[in-house]
């Protein structure tokens, strides 16, 4: 079972920056793709970045596409996702996830484990 726990959540103005970490705690971390959700209030959880477990494709959410970046580091058994031009409609919960696919996938059903979640809050 692997235990992922997210960090670096804050409050941020608009056009600022967050990177997001996500320890894993599986050794065999670089066997697994690896993606990024949010959920803001009221809304359905979405897909915003995913990573192939050899980190060599990525895949972004429309919205996103352009200003966040993934990715990993298999030494650290972390993933990140660096934010930038942030704006009020990235407030959410960010959600990282694990999944045993070794191809890059979008869905929420495609991933075996789940972080608790980090609070991003984009506000002047």
């Known amino acids: 079972q692997v235990q992922l726990v997210e960090s670096g959540g804050g409050l941020v103005q608009p056009g600022g920056s967050l990177r997001l970490s996500c320890a894993a705690s599986e050794r065999t971390f670089s066997r697994y793709g690896m993606g990024w959700f949010r959920q803001a209030p009221g809304k359905e959880r979405e897909f915003v970045a995913a990573?192939?477990?050899?980190?060599?494709?990525?895949y972004y959410g429309d919205s996103v596409k352009g200003r966040f970046t993934i990715f990993s580091d298999n030494a650290k058994n972390t993933v990140y996702l660096q934010m930038n031009s942030l704006n009020p409609e990235d407030t959410a919960v960010y959600y990282c996830?694990?999944?045993?696919?070794?191809?890059?996938?979008?869905?929420?059903?495609?991933?075996?484990?789940w972080g608790q979640g980090t609070q991003v809050t984009v506000s002047s």
């Open positions: 990573i192939s477990w050899s980190g060599g494709s990525a």
């Open positions: 996830a694990a999944s045993h696919t070794v191809v890059v996938v979008t869905g929420e059903t495609d991933y075996d484990y």
